[in-house]
């Protein structure tokens, strides 16, 4: 009888992993070094922050890094946070690359608006002195 309990959690568990999980992603730096686009905090589900997420181009396009650890002895690198479901690695992914598109677009839009403005000026500036 417990044995069917189990299985009856792995299952509820396995329903609550493929859940939309709301993320927040922050981008938190531009070009901070050599082979990485940006940085990124990135709140999950108001739970808990993983901060210094990596956006990388590569041969298959934008790639998202999870924070890396240094390991004592083996002088080897492991990622600090890892997920247990491949597709919540996704949807993580997914916010991440959405969030810094959006964040590279957002630049160029805000310098066209204030062009727009000063061309306004501009030529409401011309008509009063003639």
């Known amino acids: 009888m417990p044995r069917n309990a189990a ?3 792995n299952t ?3 329903e609550n992993m493929e859940q939309q999980v709301p993320f927040k992603v922050t981008i ?3 070009n901070p070094e050599r082979g990485v686009l940006a940085n990124a905090d ?3 589900a108001g739970i808990m ?5 990596k956006i990388k181009q590569d041969d298959y396009g934008l790639t998202v890094t999870m924070p890396r650890t240094k390991m004592p002895h083996t002088e ?5 946070v890892y997920f247990a479901d491949k597709s919540m690695k996704q949807q993580f992914d997914m916010a991440v690359e ?21 061309e306004q000026e501009e030529s409401a500036g011309m008509s009063m002195g003639m």
Do not use: C, F, W
């Open 7 to 9: 299985t009856q959690e």
């Open 12 to 14: 509820n568990n396995t």
């Open 28 to 30: 938190t730096e531009h």
């Open 42 to 44: 990135v709140n999950v």
């Open 49 to 53: 922050t993983i901060r210094n997420v």
């Open 76 to 80: 080897q690198y492991k990622d600090s």
């Open 98 to 118: 959405t969030a810094y598109q959006e964040s590279v677009l957002t630049p160029v839009l805000d310098q066209d608006e204030p062009e727009e403005g000063m």
